[in-house]
């Protein structure tokens, strides 16, 4: 935090979790990470997942990293030497197959649940938003994302078993809250891969709304395909087909984002 050059706010960081695998939090990650940095947001997408989908998404090969997030939590490099630039306008800390086997290296270490955060709390004021991708687990990945955050913002599918599943992750957060990091707390629930024709999606959608109130963003991500064929292009959809629906509903997420929290944008004139 010392030796920056200007003592600006330090970035906000969000966690982008859910347990279950296939929710749209890599899609969510992704679009979010670029829809920011189009309206000239400084954002670092990191990747906590051995997947690597956040990464290949962001347009980074992840077969041809020479440091990755794993050297950075295993304390092998400085957090700097393995961020990369992406083609979408922000900044990557990549993911690739070394990250599975820091699981279980990391238990040996010191201050095991930290590591990201001390490697974040490095970059001082260099980003104003850091979104983290989590693995589908709530493992020791997810733990140190939600050990270097102070915000978690969950993906949800509106469908019947979406709702059983999100007391597990309220209580993680909650654990984590109450024993490891006093400012985490949850930015909001977004619907996502929302289908309307289905009255089933209407009814839990409405559900989350009673239960959660302004927790829900107003914003809901609809299912549309162009957001799915996006990755395999090396970019984010809102990049690769900004008008289509998907790619509007992440641009008018992050817009929602950007009022609720007062981030300065610095628009980038091209
Ligand atoms: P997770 O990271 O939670 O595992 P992903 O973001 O990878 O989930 O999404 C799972 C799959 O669903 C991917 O194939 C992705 O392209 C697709 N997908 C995600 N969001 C949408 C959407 N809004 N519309 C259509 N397909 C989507
Ligand atoms: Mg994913």
Same mark, same amino acid.
């Given at each position: 935090?010392?030796?920056?050059?200007?003592?600006?706010?330090?970035?906000?960081?969000?966690?982008?979790?859910?347990?279950?695998?296939?929710?749209?939090?890599?899609?969510?990650?992704?679009?979010?990470?670029? $829809?920011?940095?189009?309206?000239?947001?400084?954002?670092?997408?990191?990747?906590?997942?051995?997947?690597?989908?956040?990464? !290949?998404?962001?347009?980074? %090969?992840? *077969?041809?990293?020479?440091? *990755?997030?794993?050297?950075?939590?295993?304390?092998?490099?400085? =957090?700097?030497?393995?961020?990369?630039?992406?083609? $979408?306008?922000?900044?990557?800390?990549?993911?690739?197959?070394?990250?599975?086997?820091?699981?279980?290296?990391?238990?040996?270490?010191?201050? /095991?649940?930290?590591?990201? $955060?001390?490697?974040?709390?490095?970059?001082?004021?260099?980003?104003?938003?850091?979104?983290? %991708?989590?693995?589908?687990?709530?493992?020791?990945?997810?733990?140190?994302?939600?050990?270097? $955050?102070?915000?978690?913002?969950?993906? !949800?599918?509106?469908?019947?078993?979406?709702?059983?599943?999100? *007391?597990?992750?309220?209580?993680?957060?909650?654990? =984590?809250?109450?024993?490891?990091?006093?400012?985490?707390?949850?930015?909001?629930?977004?619907?996502?891969?929302?289908?309307?024709? !289905?009255?089933?999606?209407?009814?839990?959608?409405?559900?989350?709304?009673?239960?959660?109130?302004?927790?829900?963003?107003?914003?809901?991500?609809?299912?549309?395909? /162009?957001?799915?064929?996006?990755?395999?292009?090396?970019?984010?959809?809102?990049?690769?087909?900004?008008?289509?629906?998907?790619?509007?509903?992440?641009?008018?997420?992050?817009?929602?984002?950007?009022?609720?929290?007062?981030?300065?944008?610095?628009?980038?004139?091209?």
């Amino acid at each position: 935090m010392s030796g920056q050059a200007s003592a600006g706010p330090l970035a906000q960081v969000f966690v982008v979790a859910n347990q279950k695998g296939g929710v749209g939090k890599t899609t969510t990650t992704v679009n979010l990470a670029a $829809a920011l940095a189009k309206q000239g947001v400084r954002t670092l997408l990191v990747d906590l997942d051995p997947q690597g989908n956040a990464t !290949m998404g962001s347009g980074v %090969d992840k *077969s041809g990293l020479g440091q *990755s997030v794993y050297d950075v939590l295993v304390g092998l490099v400085e =957090v700097g030497q393995a961020i990369v630039g992406s083609p $979408a306008g922000y900044d990557v800390l990549p993911a690739n197959r070394d990250l599975a086997g820091a699981e279980v290296e990391l238990v040996d270490l010191e201050s /095991r649940e930290h590591r990201l $955060a001390q490697a974040l709390a490095s970059l001082g004021d260099r980003y104003q938003m850091v979104l983290v %991708d989590c693995p589908p687990s709530l493992s020791m990945l997810t733990l140190n994302g939600l050990c270097a $955050a102070n915000g978690v913002i969950i993906p !949800m599918q509106c469908e019947y078993f979406a709702l059983e599943g999100l *007391s597990d992750l309220v209580n993680s957060i909650k654990r =984590v809250h109450a024993g490891l990091n006093k400012r985490l707390q949850i930015i909001g629930l977004l619907r996502v891969m929302f289908d309307p024709r !289905m009255t089933l999606s209407q009814q839990v959608s409405e559900q989350l709304e009673r239960h959660f109130g302004r927790q829900v963003f107003q914003t809901v991500i609809p299912r549309n395909v /162009r957001l799915a064929e996006a990755p395999s292009h090396g970019l984010p959809g809102v990049l690769y087909d900004p008008s289509s629906r998907g790619s509007v509903a992440y641009l008018n997420f992050a817009q929602e984002l950007i009022d609720r929290l007062g981030l300065d944008q610095q628009k980038v004139t091209t």
